[in-house]
């Protein structure tokens, strides 16, 4: 993920995949209940009915008996889903064969294992499934088991691999980019709301702006994982950027008090690429490899702080630019406000002097708080 979850974020990912759980072993029990009369009734033929739908029945049933046991239990149901699913694909594998178009049904089961357990898991599934079509292809060239279309020379086994191999590595990879994103959904979602809450609770103690002003950013770094929390004033007539004040380790920060010297004055906006390129796409940004990125001005003092990653979206009012919240792991969030006026918002940064920053909405210097 690009921001750090902390336990909110932790406990939304597993509600979300407790959901996605339940569904599946829905409609899992339901196939597995139309299995059988489809069966019994000739219009489907299996060797091993009514024994393989009345397992699978059981299989859902012990892993809704094991979601009711908590988080850990989640876990395991997920596991033993997977991995109970998994068998009856291996038996139609060896079945029907390598050449089978049955086997492409692994693409399924690596679909339903990144969504419910996903990470490091998600990967060795997907190498187990490449070794078991590799047994598989391998026992049939050598006549270990004689399915109706075995293969019978290696050139026809190493084709039939390649292809298998290349679905289930492009279906895994493919798998693994949309947990990624749908968890990054979730995680920043769940961040939004605590922070707006945050906000919402400081408006209702704060009368001090800058008070205020800190407590709204401090919101926003806690949730997403930061260190620091800058916030940074645009001068719409110098187009130039200055940090107004800082957030960091509980304690609110004036310019004159930044540990980074070079972040204590004024820097030309044409100096910060990242700050042009917020503003001419409006489009969100996402910092991949910090230590890479040559867009980054202050890129020893990032790293320094242990920043990898980050990510701005930018914020639109109307048909107006109005900022982008900069969120980054494991360290420094800025918040940046951007708009018109005399002295519009503008960002925070992955360091107290680094705006590649956060904002908030479109408002003058003395407007008050966006």
């Given at each position: 993920?690009?921001?750090?979850?902390?336990?909110?974020?932790h406990?939304?990912?597993?509600?979300?995949?407790a959901?996605?759980?339940?569904l599946?072993?829905i409609?899992?029990?339901?196939?597995?209940?139309?299995?059988?009369?489809?069966v019994?009734?000739?219009?489907?033929?299996?060797p091993?009915?009514?024994?393989?739908?009345?397992?699978?029945?059981a299989?859902?049933?012990g892993?809704?008996?094991?979601?009711?046991?908590?988080?850990r239990?989640?876990?395991?149901?997920?596991?033993?889903?997977?991995?109970g699913?998994?068998q009856?694909?291996?038996?139609?594998?060896?079945?029907?064969?390598?050449?089978?178009?049955?086997?492409?049904?692994l693409?399924?089961?690596?679909?339903?294992?990144?969504?419910l357990?996903?990470?490091?898991?998600?990967?060795?599934?997907?190498?187990?499934?490449?070794?078991?079509?590799?047994?598989?292809?391998?026992g049939?060239?050598?006549?270990?088991?004689?399915?109706?279309?075995?293969?019978?020379?290696?050139?026809?086994?190493?084709?039939?691999?390649?292809?298998?191999?290349?679905?289930?590595?492009?279906?895994?990879?493919?798998?693994?980019?949309?947990?990624?994103?749908?968890?990054?959904?979730?995680?920043?979602?769940?961040?939004?709301?605590?922070?707006?809450?945050?906000?919402?609770?400081?408006?209702?103690?704060?009368t001090?702006?800058?008070?205020?002003l800190?407590?709204?950013?401090?919101?926003?770094?806690?949730?997403?994982?930061?260190?620091?929390?800058?916030?940074?004033?645009?001068d719409?007539?110098?187009?130039t950027l200055?940090v107004?004040?800082a957030f960091?380790?509980?304690?609110?920060?004036?310019?004159a008090?930044?540990?980074?010297?070079?972040?204590r004055?004024?820097?030309?906006?044409?100096?910060?690429?990242?700050?042009g390129?917020?503003?001419?796409?409006?489009?969100?940004?996402?910092?991949?490899?910090?230590?890479?990125?040559?867009?980054?001005?202050?890129?020893?003092?990032?790293?320094?702080d242990?920043?990898?990653?980050?990510?701005?979206?930018?914020?639109?009012?109307?048909?107006?630019?109005?900022?982008?919240?900069?969120?980054?792991?494991?360290?420094?969030?800025?918040l940046?406000?951007?708009?018109?006026?005399?002295r519009?918002?503008?960002?925070a940064?992955?360091h107290?002097?680094?705006?590649?920053?956060?904002?908030?909405?479109?408002?003058t210097?003395?407007?008050?708080?966006?």
């Amino acid at each position: 993920m690009i921001c750090r979850p902390n336990g909110e974020t932790h406990q939304a990912l597993g509600e979300l995949r407790a959901r996605l759980l339940r569904l599946t072993l829905i409609g899992t029990a339901v196939a597995a209940a139309g299995w059988l009369p489809a069966v019994a009734g000739g219009l489907l033929h299996s060797p091993t009915a009514p024994w393989d739908g009345l397992a699978i029945l059981a299989l859902c049933a012990g892993c809704g008996w094991l979601m009711r046991r908590g988080p850990r239990g989640i876990s395991l149901a997920a596991g033993l889903y997977i991995a109970g699913i998994t068998q009856p694909l291996f038996y139609a594998g060896q079945a029907f064969g390598v050449a089978s178009p049955v086997n492409a049904a692994l693409a399924l089961g690596l679909l339903l294992c990144g969504l419910l357990i996903g990470g490091w898991f998600l990967g060795a599934w997907t190498a187990g499934y490449c070794v078991w079509l590799g047994a598989l292809a391998w026992g049939e060239l050598h006549g270990a088991w004689g399915p109706p279309d075995a293969v019978h020379d290696p050139s026809q086994m190493l084709r039939l691999l390649v292809g298998w191999w290349g679905l289930l590595l492009a279906t895994g990879g493919a798998v693994w980019l949309f947990a990624r994103n749908l968890e990054g959904s979730v995680t920043v979602a769940q961040g939004q709301t605590a922070a707006l809450a945050g906000t919402l609770n400081a408006l209702t103690r704060e009368t001090d702006l800058d008070q205020l002003l800190g407590r709204v950013i401090g919101s926003v770094a806690q949730q997403l994982g930061g260190k620091w929390a800058t916030l940074w004033l645009h001068d719409s007539v110098a187009d130039t950027l200055a940090v107004h004040l800082a957030f960091g380790d509980g304690h609110i920060y004036h310019p004159a008090d930044l540990p980074t010297p070079a972040a204590r004055g004024a820097v030309a906006a044409t100096e910060l690429p990242i700050w042009g390129d917020i503003v001419g796409s409006r489009q969100p940004l996402v910092i991949n490899d910090i230590a890479g990125d040559p867009r980054i001005r202050f890129k020893a003092a990032a790293l320094a702080d242990g920043l990898q990653n980050g990510v701005v979206p930018a914020l639109v009012v109307g048909h107006h630019y109005a900022g982008d919240v900069d969120g980054q792991q494991p360290g420094a969030t800025t918040l940046q406000r951007g708009g018109s006026g005399s002295r519009p918002g503008a960002g925070a940064t992955t360091h107290p002097g680094d705006p590649v920053g956060a904002t908030g909405p479109k408002r003058t210097r003395r407007g008050g708080v966006g």
